[in-house]
C-alpha cells in the first residue's frame, strides 16, 4: 500500500508513505533570503510538521541528504542540526556542495519510519 | 531477496528490487543534444518500459530526485513531467541544479513499489 | 525497529538499519589528496568494513549514489568499482557532477539488503 499527502503544485506529493518508510520531498525555507542558520531552522520545522502530520517525529528519521550552495556554510548549518536532534536518534547524513538551488542556500531530503 | 536486472557495462543494474521496491538507476536521455523537454520525454519513455518490465508503473512511483545543469530549464523540464503523471500517483521529488552530468542536461533516479 | 550505529560527529550515524535495509551515510575517502582511484579505494575498503560489521556485504548491494567533482576521472573511478563488484551483484547507479565535496573527490552513497 502507497499512502500519499501533501499534493503541491501538480508536480509532488510532500510526503509518500510504503512499507513503513516515509519519503519526503526535498524541503527548502520559506524565504531563500533567510541566513543558512535561519533556512535550516525553517527546514528544520516544516519537517517536523509533515512527521508528526504522518504519524512519525524526527526521532525516527533513517537517512538525510543535504544539498547546499556554498559549503563554507556547512559549520553554521551543523550548528542547527545538532541542536535539533538527539544523539541517539540520529540518521545518516550526506552532504552535497551543488550549483543551483533555484536561490535557495539548502535543501533538505529526508526519510523516516513510521513506528 | 535481492531481484537484479539489465545489466550494464558491468557498472550497474537498471533495477533492483528488494521488499517490494524497485530501485532504479539513473537514466538520461538517449541523445544529450536533445533540448531539455525532448530529454525529459526520453527519460519517462524509458522509465515507463523499466518499470513495465519489472511489474510496475509510473502510478507507484515513491521518489524522485532531478538532477539538472541548468536550473533556467526547470519550468520546461515540469511541463513534461506533470503531462507525464496523474495527479493522485506523484511521487516526491526534489530538483537539484547540479554542475555537470557527462554532456546531458537531466538526470533522473527513482523508485517505485511494487504492487 | 530502527537500529543505529556508527555515531560520528554528534551529527550522524554510519549506518541506520530498518526493515532489511542497511541505509549508509556518505563516504570520502580518508585522505582528500589522493588521487580518485585511490579516493575510490578507500571508500570501497570502508564500505566493505561498515557492511560486514552490520552482517551484509557488498554482495547485496542495492543502490549508489556517486558524487563526483570532476566528470573526467569517471573512467578511473570506473575502473576501482568494476575491480570491486561482481558483475551478478552490481546495485544501480547514479553519477552526479557536483561543485564541492568539502575538498574530496569524491562522496558514496550506498544502501545494502541484509541477508
Redesign the interface.
Known amino acids: 500500500m502507497?499512502k500519499?499527502s501533501g499534493?503541491y503544485g501538480?508536480?509532488?506529493?510532500?510526503?509518500?508513505e510504503?512499507?513503513?518508510?516515509l519519503?519526503?520531498?526535498?524541503v527548502v525555507a520559506e524565504d531563500p533570503k533567510m541566513d543558512v542558520a535561519a533556512q535550516m531552522r525553517d527546514i528544520t520545522r516544516q519537517i517536523d510538521e509533515v512527521l508528526a502530520a504522518n504519524g512519525s517525529s524526527k526521532d525516527?528519521l533513517?537517512?538525510?541528504?543535504i544539498?547546499i550552495?556554498d559549503?563554507k556554510q556547512?559549520p553554521a548549518m551543523?550548528e542547527v542540526?545538532?541542536a535539533w536532534l538527539a544523539?541517539?536518534?540520529?540518521?545518516?547524513?550526506?552532504?552535497?556542495?551543488?550549483?543551483?538551488?533555484?536561490g535557495y542556500m539548502l535543501?533538505v531530503?529526508v526519510?523516516a519510519?513510521k513506528p
Open positions: 502507497v500519499r499534493a501538480g508536480i509532488l506529493h510532500e510526503v509518500v510504503h512499507n513503513g518508510v519519503y519526503l520531498a526535498g525516527h533513517l537517512t538525510a541528504l544539498f550552495t559549503m556547512k551543523n542540526w545538532k544523539p541517539k536518534h540520529l540518521p545518516t547524513r550526506a552532504t552535497i556542495g551543488v550549483a543551483d538551488l533555484d535543501e531530503v526519510t519510519a
